[in-house]
């Protein structure tokens, strides 16, 4: 099993800066790629990016490429996700996720660890 654990989250005004953080804990070496996802009120959980440990690859949901970043450099079982130019539409409870395979998916379904949320709230 992987745990992981997220923090970083806040309330922050539009076009502000927040830096999300996961923490894994457990067999990690399980895990080859790992996510964020995201989740609003009355809205299904949608995929914002994600990076393949195996490929060395990343992937962006169109809403958030060029604001948003997974830097290559991270931390030893830990997994950034850097919000830039945030925007109120990017509110929403934020998911730390790793799925055991090496390809990066869309689909929150193919996903098989998941963190607890943080939430993230831009005031306009």
């Known amino acids: 099993q992987v745990q992981l654990v997220e923090s970083g989250g806040g309330l922050v005004q539009a076009g502000g800066s927040l830096r999300l953080s996961c923490a894994a804990s457990g067999r990690t070496f399980s895990a080859s790629t790992w996510a964020w996802f995201r989740q609003a009120p009355g809205k299904e959980r949608e995929f914002v990016a994600a990076?393949?440990?195996?490929?060395?690859?990343?992937y962006y949901a169109d809403s958030v490429k060029g604001r948003f970043t997974i830097p290559e450099d991270n931390a030893e079982n830990t997994v950034y996700l850097q919000m830039n130019s945030l925007k109120p539409e990017d509110t929403a409870v934020y998911y730390c996720t790793a799925r055991r395979g090496g390809l990066i998916r869309t689909s929150f379904k193919d996903y098989d660890y998941w963190g607890q949320g943080t939430q993230v709230t831009v005031s306009s």
């Open positions: 990076i393949s440990w195996s490929g060395g690859n990343t």
